[in-house]
């Protein structure tokens, strides 16, 4: 069975500084997809990033990028000049690229952005 | 272009009753999932439709039905409510891929908020 860990349940980041969100996961798949989401109090669960397990350089949007280690099975979110909009509930998300699946989630961290 | 959207925003019901949640996915996105959302954990994965077939069910008790129409919206049906099932329910929808959409992106709707008396 696929799981992911998220070991931060909580965090705070000072407006402007860098924060770093750790996620671990186990599969036995070779193939598969990683996804940030955020989700801030409105509740709507929003896409900030996606890896996928082949591709080895790490993706990028904007202030967001990852670190994927896939040999320690590590995919941590790194948020660079942190604004106040940032804060929220951050739930690392796994897929196998194989077969109609769905995601699965960590418990989540909870980022808080203080000014 | 809309988003998700599931209707309605929020449910009051009692231990017993049963309840029909909502869901339409974004224009041209053929599969949903159904997810639900305990306070404090992740989502976790109830069920995923595809072209109005299931295609995937999680770890959830038979009181959890659900079907997806010709214009791909769904629905989720839950009976004998029990107070475990307090929770946000998270309708996502995907475009075709390979896999069925496992290797696309999911959308997430705001979620219905389902309050078990």
């Known amino acids: 069975a696929q799981t992911v860990t998220q070991s931060q349940p909580e965090m705070s980041v000072q407006e402007a500084e860098t924060v770093t969100l750790s996620c671990t996961y186990d599969t036995s798949e070779s193939n598969y997809y990683l996804f940030w989401y955020k989700q801030p109090p409105s509740r709507q669960m929003i896409l900030v990033i996606r890896q996928e397990a082949y591709k080895q350089q790490n993706a990028t949007e904007n202030r967001f990028s990852v670190n994927f280690q896939k040999a320690a099975k590590s995919f941590s979110l790194k948020i660079s000049d942190s604004q106040l909009g940032d804060t929220a509930m951050y739930f690392c998300a796994f897929t196998p690229y194989s077969g109609n699946t769905p995601l699965v989630f960590g418990k989540g961290t909870r980022l808080s952005v203080i000014a | 272009d809309a988003g998700v959207t599931q209707s309605p925003t929020h449910l009051i019901k009692t231990r017993g009753q049963q309840v029909t949640l909502r869901c339409s996915p974004i224009s041209g996105h053929k599969s949903v999932s159904w997810y639900q959302q305990v306070l404090g954990q992740g989502p976790q994965f109830i069920f995923q439709y595809y072209e109005k077939e299931e295609r995937g069910r999680g770890n959830f008790p038979d009181r959890f039905s659900a079907r997806q129409f010709p214009n791909y919206s769904s629905e989720l049906n839950v009976n004998a409510l029990l107070l475990g099932d307090s929770a946000l329910y998270l309708c996502?929808?995907?475009?075709?891929?390979?896999?069925?959409?496992?290797?696309?992106?999911?959308?997430f709707g705001d979620g219905t908020r389902l309050s078990i008396l």
């Open positions: 996502a929808s995907s475009p075709l891929g390979r896999g069925g959409g496992s290797n696309q992106p999911q959308h």
